[in-house]
């Protein structure tokens, strides 16, 4: 992970970050932006960091709770800022019109750092701020950020720091990024004081944004190592059997370890992972149906419709026509 040395080295100089927010964002990840900074500085007990909050067009941006979150001005009110952050929900291709794009790349230059979080990631490459660079998506995008831009290298992990350029998954890899950054900035005790404020913990970039909750304790490494085959193998599954030995158990032991920790088998941790996708595919993008069961392992979009019906109470073309 290259990092802006700059940026991301001990300093005593105080950080403008302009957050700049777009309709139909989560304030959850709002938050997870603002408040780091906000519980930083009253441990320091000074004004190390600064923030403005801007608009695409300066006016109160509408989050997906129903609120309204204020704004200090329109884009260009980000001038001066060390930091551009980009917070993006729902519906990117929508807000993110061809002038704020044209807007955003001209501005691009006058930043240290320009980051984005959650859909964020897809507002940047559409502006060309990522071509050359490492990113990472929100993972239920990751595969189709990918395909629409492989000049770039897309990761799955929870956030990437490349140069002068940093994305980050979502709400809580955000918080993640900003730990980061404040630890770098100030020391691993102020960042883990910000955590405790909050009651989280640091994790690093590099792990993987999903993880499973284990019904008991920490979940079996074997275990998470078998459910990444199966997430990596979604258009292909593994027969059980075989998951098992590349993990180094029994289909026996491994049945018995999902149920401890998982409380279902492996085959149906497995199919429950593929109707997810199939369910995000069909309400979240236009691909045929028959392409959704190719991507999810499915044999023909019947034998999809059945195994979706079955787990979600609806056929996928019925819940696609109702807007999910």
């Known amino acids: 992970?290259?990092?802006?040395?700059?940026?991301?080295?001990?300093?005593?100089?105080?950080?403008?970050?302009?957050?700049l927010v777009?309709?139909?964002?989560?304030?959850?990840?709002?938050?997870?932006?603002?408040?780091?900074?906000?519980?930083?500085?009253?441990?320091?007990?000074?004004?190390?960091?600064?923030?403005?909050?801007?608009?695409?067009?300066?006016?109160?941006?509408?989050?997906t709770c129903g609120i309204e979150l204020p704004s200090s001005g329109p884009l260009a009110a980000a001038e001066g800022a060390d930091v551009l952050m980009l917070i993006v929900g729902y519906r990117q291709e929508e807000v993110a019109t061809g002038p704020f794009l044209r807007?955003?790349?001209?501005?691009?230059?006058?930043?240290?750092?320009?980051?984005?979080?959650?859909?964020?990631?897809?507002?940047?490459?559409?502006?060309?701020?990522?071509?050359?660079?490492?990113?990472?998506?929100?993972?239920?995008?990751?595969?189709?950020?990918?395909?629409?831009?492989?000049?770039?290298?897309?990761?799955?992990?929870?956030?990437?720091?490349?140069?002068?350029?940093?994305?980050?998954?979502?709400?809580?890899?955000?918080?993640?990024?900003?730990?980061?950054?404040?630890?770098?900035?100030?020391?691993?005790?102020?960042?883990?004081?910000?955590?405790?404020?909050?009651?989280?913990?640091?994790?690093?970039?590099?792990?993987?944004?999903?993880a499973p909750v284990p019904a008991e304790g920490r979940l079996d490494a074997r275990v998470a190592e078998a459910i990444a085959r199966m997430e990596a193998r979604l258009d292909d599954p593994e027969p059980v059997a075989r998951v098992a030995k590349a993990v180094g158990l029994s289909p026996r032991r491994m049945e018995g370890l999902f149920r401890q920790y998982l409380g279902e088998t492996p085959a149906a941790y497995a199919l429950g992972l593929r109707l997810q996708a199939a369910r995000r595919m069909v309400t979240d993008t236009r691909h045929p149906l028959a392409e959704v069961a190719l991507r999810t392992g499915f044999a023909s979009p019947s034998t999809l419709s059945r195994a979706f019906s079955r787990r979600f109470g609806v056929a996928p073309g019925v819940l696609r026509r109702r807007g999910g």
């Open 103 to 210: 807007e955003l790349r001209r501005m691009a230059g006058r930043f240290r750092l320009v980051a984005g979080v959650d859909a964020g990631a897809w507002v940047m490459a559409r502006a060309g701020l990522l071509a050359g660079y490492r990113a990472t998506v929100h993972w239920e995008d990751l595969e189709d950020f990918a395909a629409a831009y492989p000049d770039m290298e897309c990761l799955p992990d929870r956030y990437v720091i490349d140069r002068n350029r940093a994305t980050a998954g979502g709400a809580a890899p955000a918080h993640d990024l900003m730990l980061h950054l404040i630890g770098a900035r100030h020391g691993a005790p102020l960042a883990r004081q910000v955590a405790a404020s909050f009651l989280t913990t640091e994790r690093a970039g590099h792990e993987p944004q999903v």
């Open 22 to 63: 777009l309709p139909h964002a989560s304030i959850l990840e709002v938050a997870s932006v603002l408040d780091p900074m906000r519980a930083a500085n009253r441990h320091l007990g000074q004004e190390a960091y600064r923030w403005r909050v801007v608009s695409p067009e300066g006016r109160p941006v509408p989050l």
């Open 1 to 19: 992970m290259t990092q802006n040395a700059s940026l991301f080295s001990p300093s005593r100089e105080a950080l403008t970050i302009a957050v």
